[in-house]
């Protein structure tokens, strides 16, 4: 090899090393942005591990998580593939119906040395977790397959409509479209909806709103397709009212068995649009009863919401209305048997 070649190719081992740790500085630097909140890629951040969950940290058994378990130094002991039981509890050696359920993995350890230390002289469980089945979340609404899915690693919102196969598409003048009206969709968490805008998740591509799901959130993605009307709060009768020729506020809460007895008849709350911009109508049914001003003509999806108590500003029921929502399209949006999401 000659002079020339050993300079060229001393110069190519230089700018490869020169690279490498240019390339780890700015991942160094993006990484900082991120956790900081500052810098031109903090819009990223969606696709950037942060901080672990606190479900996360303090990580419990329950029903259908599966365990090895043996003591230490005791090979014989060694019990594979232990199920938790739907009642959260399981047997081990002489250890029989423990309570798993609730307890993170060292603290049933201690339980079973506890228990077992009748038995053996200076117990020492050893535990390895082989599954984890018992974190769930839901996807439900205009999705290709809808259901209940375990947490088998952290997921964020799009990790989990592409395991369940993406949101349901449909022709519509010769092009293929998305069959979820994103507007309406929102993500339920320990009874209250998450601030999620999904329109800037999927159309724009804003990563900040691909948040981490948590144990049994609920995510709803409404059907584009249905023109329905939504009559909740203090009715007879609270569901929807299929959109018909000419709807009106009046015929729409008559539809539904009428007023109960604690309905704020003078002031009914129409809700249009957005779920996190909404517009807001009020009309005052008994000015429609007497004739002293027009019913008011409403639009597929409209929720109608009748209060039990005094307002002034529509803002202070708007968010009322919008839990009933949420409430009702998820008892109406699946055949399982689930707690009331919004208490």
């Known amino acids: 090899m000659n002079k020339n070649s050993c300079r060229r190719w001393a110069a190519c081992l230089v700018a490869l090393v020169s690279g490498s740790c240019l390339l780890r500085a700015a991942e160094s630097d993006v990484g900082a942005a991120v956790e900081t909140g500052g810098g031109a890629n903090v819009a990223f951040s969606g696709s950037v591990p942060g901080k672990r969950a606190r479900w996360q940290e303090h990580l419990t058994l329950g029903p259908g998580d599966v365990l090895n378990l043996s003591l230490l130094d005791m090979p014989d002991t060694m ?46 469980s050893v535990i390895a977790p082989v599954a984890f089945r018992s974190k769930k979340y839901f996807v439900l609404g205009a999705v290709a397959n809808k259901g209940i899915y375990t947490f088998d690693r952290p997921t964020r919102i799009i990790e989990a409509i592409a395991r369940a196969g993406g949101l349901e598409t449909g022709l519509y003048e010769s092009r293929t479209v998305e069959l979820a009206d994103l507007q309406r ?25 691909n948040i981490s799901l948590e144990p049994d959130d609920y995510l709803y993605f409404a059907p584009a397709s249905e023109n329905e009307i939504y009559v909740l709060g203090e009715v007879m009768f609270p569901g929807t009212v299929v959109f018909a020729a000419r ?21 009914v709350l129409v809700v249009r649009g957005s779920l996190d911009h909404p517009q807001t109508f009020v009309v005052d049914t008994g000015d429609v ?19 039990r108590n005094p307002w002034v500003v529509a803002g202070e029921v708007v968010d009322m209305a919008a839990k009933a929502f949420v409430q009702s399209l998820i008892v109406q949006g699946t055949t399982l048997r689930i707690p009331p999401a919004i208490k």
């Open 79 to 124: 019990r594979r593939e232990v199920p938790i039981g739907p009642d959260g509890r399981f047997s081990f050696l002489q250890a029989s119906d423990v309570m798993a359920a609730g307890l993170t993995i060292d603290e049933l350890r201690a339980k079973l040395d506890e228990v077992l230390g009748k038995y053996y002289q200076n117990p020492h």
């Open 185 to 209: 969709s929102f993500l339920v968490r320990n009874g209250e909806r998450v601030p999620v805008d999904f329109e800037r998740l999927f159309q724009r591509g804003d990563l900040t709103q």
């Open 247 to 267: 709807p009106t506020a009046i015929s729409t809460i008559t539809s539904r068995g009428g007023f109960t007895v604690r309905a704020f008849k003078s002031r």
């Open 289 to 307: 009863l007497s004739a002293k001003a027009p019913d008011f003509k409403l639009q597929p999806k409209d929720i109608v919401y009748v209060s």
